[in-house]
């Protein structure tokens, strides 16, 4: 299997795309009134810089999202139709004036795509505890004092109108299994840990989300051979996550000194998509043998890897694993092999 990554200086709200190109678009863009992205809206927009100067946070607040609007309608655009929308967002917290509040993102962002005909569907919690010993802001213990400590972003999930036409064996044989459908579609996901916040290009930390999220939403939202986009491509997290379940990928950002770190994204690939499938495959076999220890049957066999499974659905699921990655230029030639258990080696 052959998969394709390319990477686009671009900016999110001109995409350098054609309409019903994409078949799923994992990102997370900047977040408006969080103070690091101030001044990435401020070149698209002057007027922020005067609102925040101002403390006129509803006129900065509404301007930045102003810019974000025009990026979803471009992947509005571009996705195929029944394709899946995925944005991971936290809402801010921010003292203007004197006054501190919070700036309702997620739903901001919902309003637009919904405006834009995409269909909101049930989200995720995405909860990203911190070390903090104080679970508060504010001023302590007195009523009305203290605010809630924020430790949760989320990931917003929109499906673009009409059906999506896909190869009925290839969808089949892109199955997850049963025991990772319970974990994956809860509405919170509490084990998925932050990234480091390493420096990319000019900025003081890279706002990457982990590999592990946009991997679940590959595997839960495409299929293999599918297109998955990310329009605010940061350092290529969304692209290793794709090359690495076995998806092509493509990777847009406005800033080349930014775009410059995602070949190496796309190196670590291989490494990290061969252990993810590594570790599916063991967590699948100690969940037959914990379930089969508990005297309970399961009812089908995984065809080409030999593995009981509990429903029909997974009969046809195959595991693939990256192999190896041509040159990167401006795209990237990934090669995948199937994967053979390490057990049976």
Known sequence: METTHRLAAGDARALPLGSSSVHLVVTSPPYPLVSMWDDGFAVGAPEVAAALANADGA???????????????????VLVPGGWLAVNIGDAVRTLGGRFQRWPNAARITMAAMRLGLEPMPDLLWRKP???????????????????????????????????????GLRRRSAYFWEERNLWFSDLWAGVTGARQARAGGRERSA??????????????????????????????????????????????????????????????????????????????????????????????????????????????????????????????????????????
Request: glycine share 8%; net charge negative.
């Open 130 to 168: 911190t070390n903090a010993p104080n679970k508060f802001m504010g001023s302590g213990m007195l009523p009305g004092g203290a605010y809630v400590t924020y430790e949760h972003e989320y990931v917003l999930l929109f499906r673009a109108p009409g059906v999506r036409v896909q190869d009925p």
């Open 208 to 345: 990457a989300f982990p590999p592990e999220l946009p991997w679940r939403l590959v595997q839960m939202y495409s299929a293999y051979g599918d297109v998955v986009l990310d329009p605010f491509g940061g350092t290529g997290t969304t692209a290793l996550a794709a090359l690495a379940s076995g998806r092509s990928s493509i990777t847009v950002e406005r800033d080349p000194s930014v775009l410059a770190e995602v070949p190496a994204a796309l190196r670590e690939a291989v490494p990290w998509g061969r252990a993810r499938v590594a570790e599916r495959a063991e967590a699948h076999r100690a969940f037959v043998a914990a379930r089969t220890a508990a005297g309970k049957a399961l009812a089908h066999q995984n065809v080409p890897h030999g593995w009981p499974v509990i429903t029909r659905q997974e009969a046809e699921l195959e595991l693939w694993e990256p192999d190896a990655v041509g040159a990167i230029a401006e795209g990237v030639l990934a090669t995948h092999r199937r994967f053979v258990p390490p057990w049976l080696v």
């Open 59 to 77: 006129l900065a607040f509404e301007t930045m999202h102003q810019q974000l609007d025009a990026a979803w309608a471009e992947c509005a655009r």
